[in-house]
């Protein structure tokens, strides 16, 4: 098993809809969890964090699932500019090494 | 605020040639730096990261060396460029203040040809 595991999408939505991805990770002694956002030949920036209760942030909701290793992003009324990849990210083995997933894209449509 | 500097944006290099990336963070002292590789089709990859002057941990063998010689600067090199060294490389920082939050320099595209 991966170890951050991510459907590559596309994911291709109507403006205004709703859109869940998801992303499962093996070490379950990971503490730290994140979304981050990458436009085409840019840097990745972070979006949000993950809770063990679940955020919220604008449009935005992470969910966390510990129990099935399980993380989650819901975006609700899509906006053309929310056009992107979405990388799920949890921390790793080591001191200082996140593991980053390939990454979700999303193409919101007129 | 804090900034973080890393160039060039891109870069073409032929085999078996040098190389040498910089990265310079502003705004904040004593940062955790990495160095990343996103290669098409394939996730972020930590290359290197350091937790201070001198110090730096490497994640997998290569052909690829990191060193920081100021606490706000960190160089990636290599001395014989391979193709399979063709990527989008990132530098990132965090500090201890921010957790594991990492906060992105805006890449190198190289292509070794």
């Known amino acids: 098993r991966k170890e951050v595991e991510q459907d590559p999408g596309p994911f291709n939505v109507p403006e205004g809809a709703t859109v869940a991805f998801n992303c499962t990770y093996s070490?379950?002694?990971?503490?730290?969890f994140f979304w981050y956002r990458q436009d085409c030949r840019k840097e990745p920036k972070l979006l949000m964090s993950?809770?063990?209760s679940g955020n919220e942030d604008g449009r935005f909701t992470a969910q966390l699932n510990r129990a099935s290793q399980y993380i989650s992003l819901l975006i609700r009324d899509s906006k053309l500019s929310d056009s992107a990849t979405y990388l799920c990210?949890?921390?790793?083995?080591?001191?200082?090494?996140?593991?980053f997933g390939k990454g979700t894209k999303l193409s919101v449509k007129p | 605020s804090q900034t973080i500097h890393q160039w060039p944006a891109t870069l073409v290099q032929p085999v078996g040639s040098p190389l040498s990336l910089e990265c310079t963070v502003e705004g904040t002292s004593n940062p955790n730096l990495y160095w990343y590789r996103q290669a098409a089709g394939r996730g972020l990859q930590l290359l290197f990261y350091s937790v201070g002057i001198g110090q730096i941990s490497s994640e997998v063998p290569q052909n690829l060396s990191a060193s920081r010689p100021q606490d706000r600067q960190f160089i990636l090199s290599s001395k014989k460029l391979l193709l399979s060294d063709s990527g989008f490389y990132l530098c990132?920082?965090?500090?201890?203040?921010?957790?594991?939050?990492?906060?992105f320099g805006s890449g190198t595209q190289l292509s070794v040809l």
């Open positions: 993950v809770y063990s």
């Open positions: 070490n379950s002694a990971s503490q730290s």
């Open positions: 990210v949890v921390n790793g083995r080591s001191q200082g090494n996140l593991i």
């Open positions: 990132a920082w965090s500090t201890d203040a921010e957790g594991e939050k990492l906060f």
